[in-house]
């Protein structure tokens, strides 16, 4: 089942997705998406430069700051635009939101 999940107001759909969120350790999510080569490779990869960012997922009411602790990729050409990798983050939440 694929679910929203906006970095910085930029909006992934995504699956795999996992949470784990307790009172006494930061909220911490991972999933994957589709990545195309190109232009599409190139946005996203300059955004996950960033680092920390506003996490939202709108359908568990969620949202927090966080930066990556795990990030991969498939192996892809990523200057051919018909070429999909499929990207993993992990995302730990560095302070409330309120």
Do not use: C, W
């Not at 999933?31 to 680092?51: I, W």
């Not at 920390?52 to 990030?71: A, C, R």
């Amino acid at each position: 089942m694929e679910r929203k999940v906006m970095l910085n107001d930029v909006e992934f759909l995504v699956s795999e997705f996992y949470k784990t969120e307790t009172s006494y350790s930061p909220t911490k999510i991972s999933f994957r998406f589709p990545v195309h080569g190109g232009e599409e490779y190139h946005d996203v990869t300059k955004l996950l430069y960033s680092p920390s960012f506003t996490v939202k997922v709108p359908e568990d009411n969620l949202q927090f700051t966080g930066n990556i602790t795990k990030y991969a990729t498939t192996l892809a050409d990523f200057a051919d635009e018909q070429q999909v990798s499929i990207f993993h983050l992990e995302l730990t939440e560095i302070s409330k939101s309120k």
